[in-house]
């Protein structure tokens, strides 16, 4: 049952959101019937992978539809909303009222694809008084972000797109995405003989197989092959020496660093022959513009903080940033990451165990540590969104023991996850195919796209949008009430000029009104917007604060007004453009301006990383006796999607998420594609199904991200794969981020059967 309509909305399964069009059909009209690219999509143009095809069983499995709250005997029962966001309330005040407001934690926000809804939480948090949070990020970026917000104030990406040279760092863009088409990217640039691309991956990858250069490191080893990289530019004298010394600070101290390091020595520890990145190296400082993209290769992998800054090291010797093909520091709509991200000033710290807070987030890693103490500091609640931390975080065992000895655990999702189970309550939401939703992961160059998605069916009866949600628990909380509301709505009544200067005018006199301004938007200005588009209503001070703090690029975008009016004509746009909207067009000269340095230099010295870079040599061998093999925790492959899909039906292919090993290891240890073995690690063991893989060098293993959960079915509760994080060592992580080391875990392997 199909009327043929195609409706325009996006893929959910990966940063880059590519477009796509729904029809509808199957006997109730409500399935995903066929699945195609959106060509009228200005970022992705019709382009999509695989798994965009499988949406169908994201929205079609099993569904939370009423709040649940959890009995005595660990059961849950149904309750109505009223009452849920009653006692939720209620809880949350006692907890505040007796440990105060910082002791109450929130975790999530959103995943890939749905950031609209949590950007309402800031309201909720602040009527609570809590300040701390984590996310996915600083599971993965922080160390990243650290490293930027030192070096430049402020996030940069590769314009890999028109790169002579693309370096891939722990990225496989094949099975990754991380830029707009990037299979396309990929192919055009292994078929163009004047353009090259190099890869670094302990895995002979999909992109690798496309690579001029593979510098396949063992693994962990990443930050001797970077260094040794940078070192080869410094004692080879391929340091682009004017621009550098124009546009950069403490290159003389970074310089006198690398001029010692022993390339050979170095190349042996991380098993890649030192001709080879001799060669990488050259080709580098030969191209006119090289764009460099690192990911959770080294990002979640041993001195992964280093890596960033080595790798950054690369491209800021040879001069590629802000020119066509280079690194770039993009516009954003709404930002997810808080500018300087690590910046000149000290960090804050987390109240238990100090670490380092990175751009607003708590390590992941320390969440346990944070709640299982008798510090008074201690989190004692939690506010969980569209997150699963007791499956996504390191050491599961762990993450649950501390998940439920809180004194009040919520979670806001769609399914029943592994997270909700351990919850006092749980509050459904709908689909991100069943509500307005929107990405803020908008990082392109020169034309940055935001896709505001309208719902494509209607949400089944019981479930709210977080929006709405938050906004009850504001008012619940006392925080937002009807008195102050009302001036505002007769305003937004009148029209979006009138309820401008309203708004400003109450903001600015009532701090308390301005605290809460995501909600008091939706309350007021939300139910004037079109077709139901409530939830838009925080885009409306978006769109106006990238109007006046990116002017430039809004109007070359091909925005008008003077005042206010500019603003209006993009957020105007952003309701209307159901394909996505170009909301600013850069040119290159502007990149120098979003440098957030104190002198508009980019700074090479950061201390702690140059400490560390001191020790690398004398650093021990990763394998032991006991623990043989390196493990990588969480591949990307072709229908691996984090956890958003929870039925392992949709997987084509490898749907037991197999151990990948190399032929040699397996020719070893008996068995071949289709037998078992049982991984141990030092936090865990496991038992999983084998595929002999080419790619995997000797040593080497890994398993796929997103498996292992809960399965819910009509015959009970069923679990596919492997959990990693059973496997996983919270402990083992990065000293400055935090951030895990999922990449290179230590494992043995037994033969089953």
């Not at 950061?606 to 650093?619: K, R, S, V, Y």
Request: proline share 5%.
């Amino acid at each position: 049952m199909s009327d043929g309509t195609w409706h325009p909305t996006a893929c959910i399964l990966c940063e880059c959101n590519c477009g796509i069009e729904i029809r509808l059909g199957g006997d109730t009209g409500t399935r995903f019937e066929r699945i195609r690219g959106d060509k009228a999509h200005p970022g992705s143009q019709g382009y999509t992978c695989e798994k965009a095809l499988r949406l169908d069983h994201y929205q079609h499995q099993a569904r939370l539809t009423s709040p649940l709250r959890r009995r005595e005997d660990g059961t849950f029962e149904e309750i109505d909303w009223d009452t849920a966001i009653r006692e939720i309330a209620d809880r949350f005040l006692a907890v505040r009222d007796t440990h105060g407001g910082e002791s109450i934690f929130y975790y999530g926000g959103g995943g890939q694809g749905n950031h609209l809804g949590g950007g309402y939480s800031g309201a909720t948090l602040r009527a609570l008084g809590s300040r701390f949070k984590a996310n996915a990020l600083s599971q993965e970026k922080t160390g990243e972000f650290w490293v930027n917000g030192k070096m430049l104030g402020g996030a940069v990406r590769g314009d890999v797109t028109h790169a002579e040279v693309a370096v891939f760092v722990g990225k496989n863009p094949w099975q990754s995405h991380g830029f707009p088409r990037a299979r396309t990217t990929l192919k055009e640039i292994a078929n163009d003989p004047a353009r090259a691309m190099i890869v670094i991956d302990p895995k002979r990858s999909e992109t690798a197989e496309l690579a001029d250069v593979h510098l396949q490191v063992r693994p962990g080893t990443d930050a001797f092959c970077l260094a040794a990289l940078v070192a080869v530019l410094v004692q080879e004298g391929l340091v682009k020496r004017g621009w550098v010394d124009e546009h950069t600070t403490g290159a003389a101290d970074v310089e006198r660093v690398f001029a010692t390091i022993d390339v050979d020595a170095y190349a042996g520890r991380c098993g890649v022959d030192a001709e080879l990145i001799r060669a990488a190296a050259r080709r580098i400082a030969s191209a006119s513009s090289v764009a460099v993209a690192e990911d959770l290769g080294i990002q979640m992998n041993r001195h992964s903080t280093l890596n960033s800054w080595l790798e950054k090291l690369l491209w800021v010797l040879t001069g590629n940033f802000a020119v066509p093909g280079a690194q770039y520091m993009p516009s954003s709509l709404v930002s997810l990451v808080r500018k300087g991200g690590g910046g000149a000033k000290a960090d804050p710290v987390s109240p238990v165990t100090g670490s380092k807070i990175i751009s607003g987030l708590v390590p992941c890693n320390v969440i346990p540590e944070e709640i299982l103490t008798d510090h008074p500091k201690r989190f004692r609640a939690m506010l969980v969104e569209s997150g699963n931390p007791a499956h996504s975080l390191a050491d599961s065992p762990r993450m649950r023991e501390a998940l439920a000895s809180l004194e009040l655990l919520v979670v806001i999702d769609v399914a029943m996850t592994e997270t909700a189970r351990l919850a006092h309550y749980v509050l459904p939401a709908p689909t991100q195919y069943e509500k307005w939703e929107a990405t803020f992961f908008n990082f392109e160059f020169p034309h940055n796209v935001f896709h505001l998605r309208r719902p494509v069916l209607p949400a089944p009866d019981g479930v709210l949008p977080e929006p709405e949600i938050h906004a009850r628990l504001c008012e619940a909380l006392g925080a937002v009430g009807d008195e102050a509301l009302a001036p505002l709505r007769a305003a937004a009544a009148e029209g979006r000029e009138a309820f401008a200067a309203a708004f400003f005018a109450a903001t600015t006199t009532d701090p308390a009104l301005g605290a809460m301004a995501p909600v008091v938007l939706y309350r007021t200005l939300g139910p004037t917007l079109p077709d139901g588009a409530a939830a838009a209503a925080l885009l409306w001070g978006a769109a106006h604060r990238s109007a006046m703090g990116q002017e430039a690029s809004v109007r070359r975008a091909g925005f008008t007004g003077e005042g206010l009016a500019l603003g209006e004509a993009l957020f105007d746009a952003i309701l209307q453009g159901h394909h996505g909207v170009v909301f600013t067009e850069d040119e290159w000269e502007t990149v120098w301006t979003r440098v957030g340095t104190d002198d508009g230099r980019i700074r090479l010295v950061i201390p702690e990383l140059m400490d560390e870079l001191a020790t690398l040599a004398d650093e021990p061998e990763l394998t032991t006796d006991e623990y043989p093999f390196v493990l990588s925790a969480g591949e990307r492959r072709s229908f691996t999607a984090n956890t958003i899909i929870r039925d392992a039906g949709w997987r084509k292919r490898d749907a037991e998420g197999a151990l990948r090993i190399s032929p040699a290891d397996a020719a070893r240890l008996g068995v071949d594609t289709g037998g078992r073995v049982r991984v141990v690690t030092t936090r865990g063991a496991a038992e999983t199904v084998v595929e002999v893989y080419e790619g995997m060098q000797p040593g080497h293993v890994s398993l796929p991200n997103g498996l292992g959960l809960d399965e819910q079915h009509v015959d009970g509760v069923r679990r596919v794969g492997v959990a990693p994080n059973e496997l996983t060592d919270a402990l083992l992580r990065d000293p400055i981020a935090g951030t895990p080391w999922h990449k290179s875990v230590p494992a043995r392997l037994e033969p089953v059967g």
